[in-house]
């Protein structure tokens, strides 16, 4: 049996693929909110390829060469496995596979993205990039593509994450990447929540704000962001086409599909090529995404306009979201704790082509050391979501005697998260929160 499915390193894709072009009705657009022009802040914080991919609607956009080429030299394709021993150990005639996006150099899927959008800040002329980043996946990514791409880089690091994870930014300053912890005392923003609170441990909302000041008040610097948008889901489709091409060399063709949902990049980028063939009629494929019941964006969040981040800088986004003011429990989790969704995928999700499921934290660390002990991988947090839902399905599957074809996109790995393992062992994890 071929356990493993390896693609060559010329099978990288040459495109991405715009699900813009698609979509079952009109992607409602970002809107101003009232006395304040966000959208004209967008502009001067983004880069011009950022924000041309973000409204584009031609259906594929080519990879420029150099970015295949980095794509390569950092390890695409990935590999897809197929979970033999699990499906053993759980006796189901169900097959389960998975997409190894933990093979990158950073751990996880997030450096599809930071690659590109350092190659087009570059080419743009820009010298440095500023970021914000919560569980630290997204900075660790960023400051390696900058590397790469010789731009310099700032990460503001939320602090209660800064402190809790040393190690993350051990790996950004090896990268080169410059870090701090938010709420800093480098921009306005920063030193007037200090002002007000000297111990303020920091919040995404808070980390977006400071990163995106800087790049509205410096003409070579611009702001990234790591998820939520489309121009980020378009970068991360080299998953699913890689997915794509290997699942047809196993002769499979996928029953049902999962990937965890944060801000929906690893779940888009793995599923959207396998969306479109539903999205056309020719599959019948069930997709399903899977939160923390600590943040149930989808299964219970309201589907309208809101604010990307907790202070009004960005324009207002029609996706599903629990309110910009929410704050979500300190699940271990991290990459999983945004109040709101991509608008695709909220809109994808609304139509009724997505089937969103919530899991306990308890829950997904005892899959994630159950898939652990059977294939030796130590799953992300984030991703352990994914497994528990993979498992459910299998063991569905166990009930009912079919042999569905499961796919599992493997977001990371959890090597730097240890401390959620040895928590969970310890007996004082919260179930739900
Ligand atoms: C960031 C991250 C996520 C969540 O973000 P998405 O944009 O929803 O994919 C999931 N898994 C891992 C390993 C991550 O680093």
Same mark, same amino acid.
């Given at each position: 049996?071929?356990?493993?499915?390896?693609l060559s390193s010329e099978e990288v894709?040459?495109?991405?693929?715009?699900?813009?072009?698609?979509?079952?009705?009109?992607?409602?657009?970002?809107?101003?909110?009232?006395?304040?022009?966000?959208?004209?802040? +967008?502009?001067?914080?983004?880069?011009?390829?950022?924000?041309?991919?973000?409204?584009?609607?031609?259906?594929?956009?080519?990879?420029?060469?150099?970015?295949?080429e980095?794509y390569m030299q950092?390890?695409r394709p990935?590999?897809?496995?197929?979970?033999?021993?699990?499906?053993?150990?759980?006796?189901?005639?169900?097959?389960?596979?998975?997409?190894?996006?933990?093979?990158?150099?950073?751990?996880?899927?997030?450096?599809?993205?930071?690659?590109?959008?350092?190659?087009?800040?570059?080419?743009?002329?820009?010298?440095?990039?500023?970021?914000?980043?919560?569980?630290?996946?997204?900075?660790?990514? +960023?400051?390696?593509?900058?590397?790469?791409?010789?731009?310099?880089?700032?990460?503001?690091?939320?602090?209660?994450?800064?402190?809790?994870?040393?190690?993350?930014?051990?790996?950004?300053?090896?990268?080169?990447?410059?870090?701090?912890?938010?709420?800093?005392?480098?921009?306005?923003?920063?030193?007037?929540?200090?002002?007000?609170?000297?111990? %303020?441990?920091?919040?995404?909302?808070?980390?977006?704000?400071?990163?995106?000041?800087?790049?509205?008040?410096?003409?070579?610097?611009?702001?990234?962001?790591?998820?939520?948008?489309?121009?980020?889901?378009?970068?991360?489709?080299?998953?699913?086409?890689?997915?794509?091409?290997?699942?047809?060399?196993?002769?499979?063709?996928?029953?049902?599909?999962?990937?965890?949902?944060?801000?929906?990049?690893?779940?888009?980028?793995?599923?959207?090529?396998?969306?479109?063939?539903?999205?056309?009629?020719?599959?019948?494929?069930?997709?399903?995404?899977?939160?923390?019941?600590?943040?149930?964006?989808?299964?219970?969040?309201?589907?309208?306009?809101?604010?990307?981040?907790?202070?009004?800088?960005?324009?207002? +986004?029609?996706?599903?979201?629990?309110?910009?003011?929410?704050?979500?429990?300190?699940?271990?989790?991290?990459?999983?704790?945004? %109040?709101?969704?991509?608008?695709?995928?909220?809109?994808?999700?609304?139509?009724?082509?997505?089937?969103?499921?919530?899991?306990?934290?308890?829950?997904?660390?005892?899959?994630?050391?159950?898939?652990?002990?059977?294939?030796?991988?130590?799953?992300?947090?984030?991703?352990? %979501?994914?497994?528990?839902?993979?498992?459910?399905?299998?063991?569905?599957?166990?009930?009912?005697?079919?042999?569905?074809?499961?796919?599992?996109?493997?977001?990371? %790995?959890?090597?730097?998260?240890?401390?959620?393992?040895?928590?969970?062992?310890?007996?004082?994890?919260?179930?739900?929160?």
């Open positions: 049996m071929n356990y493993k499915i390896e894709p040459k495109k991405w693929y715009n699900i813009n072009a698609d979509l079952p009705c009109e992607l409602p657009m970002p809107k101003n909110s009232e006395g304040r022009n966000q959208i004209e802040d +967008l502009q001067k914080a983004f880069t011009k390829a950022a924000l041309d991919q973000e409204f584009a609607t031609e259906r594929y956009i080519k990879i420029p060469q150099k970015v295949r980095l950092m390890g990935t590999p897809l496995f197929r979970a033999k021993r699990l499906e053993e150990k759980l006796n189901t005639p169900a097959k389960i596979y998975y997409k190894r996006e933990d093979t990158s150099p950073t751990g996880s899927h997030k450096l599809n993205s930071a690659i590109p959008q350092a190659y087009f800040a570059k080419k743009e002329g820009v010298e440095r990039l500023t970021t914000e980043t919560g569980a630290g996946q997204w900075g660790t990514a +960023l400051s390696l593509a900058c590397s790469l791409l010789d731009l310099d880089c700032t990460v503001y690091m939320v602090k209660v994450s800064f402190n809790q994870k040393p190690d993350r930014k051990n790996i950004m300053n090896i990268y080169g990447g410059e870090v701090f912890a938010s709420p800093s005392e480098n921009t306005e923003f920063g030193r007037k929540v200090l002002a007000e609170n000297p111990d %303020h441990v920091g919040s995404l909302g808070i980390a977006i704000s400071e990163a995106m000041e800087e790049a509205l008040n410096n003409d070579n610097v611009k702001y990234t962001l790591g998820s939520v948008l489309n121009h980020v889901m378009l970068h991360q489709t080299v998953i699913g086409q890689e997915l794509k091409t290997q699942l047809e060399i196993a002769n499979e063709e996928p029953d049902t599909m999962i990937a965890c949902v944060g801000g929906g990049s690893n779940f888009a980028g793995a599923l959207y090529p396998f969306i479109k063939d539903k999205l056309d009629g020719n599959s019948d494929t069930k997709f399903i995404a899977v939160e923390p019941s600590a943040c149930p964006t989808l299964t219970e969040g309201k589907y309208e306009y809101d604010f990307g981040d907790s202070n009004g800088f960005t324009p207002l +986004l029609k996706m599903y979201t629990l309110g910009h003011d929410f704050v979500a429990p300190s699940v271990h989790a991290g990459g999983l704790r945004y %109040h709101g969704m991509c608008p695709q995928i909220s809109l994808l999700a609304h139509e009724g082509y997505i089937n969103p499921v919530t899991a306990h934290q308890r829950d997904v660390f005892n899959a994630g050391i159950q898939f652990a002990k059977c294939e030796g991988i130590v799953p992300a947090p984030e991703t352990t %979501h994914a497994i528990k839902a993979g498992i459910d399905e299998a063991i569905k599957c166990r009930q009912t005697g079919e042999e569905k074809t499961i796919v599992i996109n493997f977001s990371g %790995h959890g090597m730097l998260d240890l401390k959620g393992y040895a928590n969970y062992f310890s007996g004082e994890m919260p179930n739900s929160k």
